[in-house]
């Protein structure tokens, strides 16, 4: 996908490499367990770059958080999802991406070295992305006439290692899920976006998994990027609307008009990082914690949704 194609997405002509400054890319990963909860993410928003990772053992309740931020042009996101990578490495610090959808997989490498506050961690992933195991979703939404974003997602079985102080923990496909996300846009320069996601399986054992993402873009209601998957088949659901009564670090409440979702996300972690580098100002709040309540399918089967583990993300960017 190179939004460098579109022809004239501002209004005035403007030389390529503004048009590319314009663009913000990452790419994220949701994976979990009955043992642990992963969420991690590789950002390019062109004045800085930035990954990172939060790990939370529900076996102990501890959060773990990895990150690291250039304000150096070092990596940009690969067009094409077929066979590519990416990696972003630093001292006592490495994160690799390698999307092989022509080989049905996605593979996620992380190598982060032990500091004072925090252990080593170290992981390796590889999401099951054959069409006979995921039905994945490809959207693309409008900001404007001639300004649009792209996104990829799939929910897929996962299989893997991860290695947390020296405890060395194999993940079972059979029991772990994640949720693969592949975004690039003409994101307006003040962008804004709540999303929700978590996976689990229903009570008759059968792994699902959803997405859901208030954005910018226009005539949601026709057209969003929200989905559930339920044993490998996927189903739009229609806009919803996300509302913190309580305010962000309270339940979120997640509804929407058809009655095919009816959730409250109740948030178990405090992540949270604002950063505000004069030209450029960021708050991202992204805690974990369980959801209770109810999806439908588009078969019309209701699922019950039971202090299931996700993460809730609510970002404001200037840049």
Not at 87 to 104: D, V, Y
Not at 217 to 241: G, H, I, Q, S, Y
Request: aromatic share 14%; hydrophobic share 40%.
């Amino acid at each position: 996908m190179n939004l460098l194609d579109v022809q004239k997405p501002y209004r005035y002509p403007l030389p390529r490499w503004v048009r590319d400054d314009r663009i913000k890319e990452w790419e994220g990963f949701s994976v979990q367990d009955e043992r642990f909860c992963l969420e991690a993410f590789l950002g390019n928003f062109k004045m800085f770059q930035t990954a990172k990772i939060f790990l939370y053992n529900k076996e102990n309740e501890e959060t773990y958080v990895f990150e690291k931020t250039s304000f150096r042009k070092n990596w940009q996101l690969p067009q094409q999802l077929e066979n590519a990578s990416v990696e972003c490495r630093g001292s006592g610090f490495f994160f690799r991406i390698h999307t092989w959808l022509k080989a049905n997989t996605v593979k996620l490498d992380i190598d982060i070295a032990a500091t004072r506050k925090q252990p080593a961690f170290t992981t390796h992933l590889a999401f099951a992305m054959g069409s006979r195991e995921t039905t994945p979703v490809v959207v693309s939404l409008n900001f404007a006439d001639r300004r649009n974003m792209y996104a990829y997602k799939a929910l897929a079985a996962v299989r893997g290692d991860i290695v947390l102080d020296g405890r060395h923990v194999s993940l079972d496909p059979a029991h772990c899920s994640g949720i693969f996300r592949d975004y690039k846009g003409f994101f307006p320069y003040r962008m804004r976006l709540t999303s929700c996601g978590g996976m689990g399986f229903d009570d008759e054992g059968r792994r699902y998994g959803f997405h859901i993402v208030e954005n910018q873009a226009r005539e949601t209601r026709k057209n969003n990027e929200n989905v559930l998957w339920l044993d490998k088949r996927m189903t739009p659901l229609p806009p919803v609307l996300i509302t913190m009564p309580g305010g962000p670090e309270s339940d979120w409440v997640i509804q929407d008009l058809d009655g095919m979702v009816d959730l409250v996300f109740t948030p178990n972690t405090k992540n949270r990082f604002r950063a505000n580098f004069f030209v450029a100002k960021g708050d991202f709040f992204a805690p974990m914690g369980y959801y209770n309540g109810m999806l439908v399918s588009a078969k019309g089967e209701q699922i019950q949704v039971r202090n299931h583990w996700g993460i809730g993300e609510k970002l404001y960017l200037r840049v």
